[in-house]
Nanobody
Framework: QVQLVESGGGLVQPGGSLRLSCVVSRTGFSMYAMAWYRQALGKQRELVATITSGGSTDYADSVKGRFFISRDNAKKTLYLQMNSLKFEDTAVYYC??????????WGQGTQVTVSS
C-alpha cells in the first residue's frame, strides 16, 4: 500500500517561506503526475500545483509566481517551495497523484499557518 508522508509545515509570518516535502513509500513514483493540494478550515480541498512525470509544472492562479513544485524521483519525494506567503495560504497541505483515478489514500497532511 502506498503511503504519503507530508512534512515541513509550520507557523510563518506573512512574506515568509516554507518548503514542504512529501515522501512516497512505494516504487513507481516517477511514473505518475503528482500534485499538492490544500484544505483551509471549512473549505473544500483545492489543487495548488502539479508536476508531470516529465517535470512540467502548473499552478493555481492564487499561487503562481510564489510557489514552486519539484520532484526527486530517486528519493521518491515531492517538494513545494512556498515564498511570499499570505494569510490566505493557511491550510493543511497534502500531496497525492494528480489523476483522480490514480490517487491513493490521503496522508495526514502538514499544517501551514501564516500569521503575524
Amino acid at each position: 500500500q502506498v503511503q504519503l508522508v507530508e512534512s515541513g509545515g509550520g507557523l510563518v509570518q506573512p512574506g515568509g517561506s516554507l518548503r514542504l516535502s512529501c515522501v512516497v513509500s512505494r516504487t513507481g513514483f516517477s511514473m505518475y503526475a503528482m500534485a499538492w493540494y490544500r484544505q483551509a478550515l471549512g473549505k473544500q480541498r483545492e489543487l495548488v500545483a502539479t508536476i508531470t512525470s516529465g517535470g512540467s509544472t502548473d499552478y493555481a492562479d492564487s499561487v503562481k509566481g510564489r510557489f514552486f513544485i519539484s520532484r526527486d524521483n530517486a528519493k521518491k519525494t515531492l517538494y513545494l517551495q512556498m515564498n511570499s506567503l499570505k494569510f490566505e495560504d493557511t491550510a493543511v497541505y497534502y500531496c497525492n497523484r494528480r489523476v483522480t483515478s490514480d490517487q491513493v489514500m490521503w496522508g495526514q497532511g502538514t499544517q501551514v499557518t501564516v500569521s503575524s
